[in-house]
């Protein structure tokens, strides 16, 4: 175990860089996401490691490739699942970032439906929130989340019975 906790700021970066590499890795995102998830819940140095992995790359995200910063919102959303979708220590970190009045900005651009890329962190923070709501229900991830964060959570899916009508309707002329 000394010999993990001497070499995990080697293995953390490593598998990062592997997960982050252009073109696509060798192996599949998930085997490095695997990887970075038993790391952190076997060594104890890993986990604020990983905190400051994140905290850095969510600070250069703007010179992020689009593929790359997609590939970290899906590994960071596959990897938070595991701790129970925790956002709260990055929240700190990433509201320095955002501004105080990027979630007013967020939600104009958003309800218009304009993405040009006025403001890559909110845009991230958006992206992130929707993979982790893919994993999960809509209240088990906003339940947890900072409120620093929240106004970038994505609304709460509608269902749409559309279908069904379309299907009753067909089965009433019979």
Not at 113 to 137: E, P, Q
Not at 140 to 155: G, S
Not at 156 to 170: D, M, N, T
Request: include cysteine.
């Amino acid at each position: 175990e000394s010999f993990g906790v001497d070499g995990a700021v080697a293995y953390v970066e490593t598998i990062l860089s592997l997960l982050l590499l252009c073109p696509p890795p060798r192996q599949p995102p998930v085997y490095y996401a695997c990887l970075l998830l038993d790391l952190s819940k076997l060594l104890t140095p890993v986990p604020p490691l990983i905190e400051r992995a994140v905290n850095a790359l969510f600070a250069s995200v703007r010179r992020l490739d689009a593929e790359l910063a997609s590939r970290l919102a899906e590994w960071l959303s596959l990897h938070l699942s595991h701790f129970d979708f925790n956002l709260a220590p990055f929240a700190s970190t990433w509201s320095a970032h955002l501004g105080p009045d990027a979630a007013e900005k967020f939600a104009e651009k958003f309800a218009e439906g304009v993405s040009d890329g006025w403001c890559a962190h909110s845009a991230f923070i958006n992206h992130l929130l929707t993979k982790m709501i893919r994993l999960a229900y809509h209240e088990r991830v906003t339940r947890n989340l900072p409120e620093q964060l929240a106004p970038y959570a994505p609304p709460k899916p509608e269902g749409s019975l559309a279908w069904a009508s379309a299907a009753c309707l067909s089965l009433a002329s019979r």
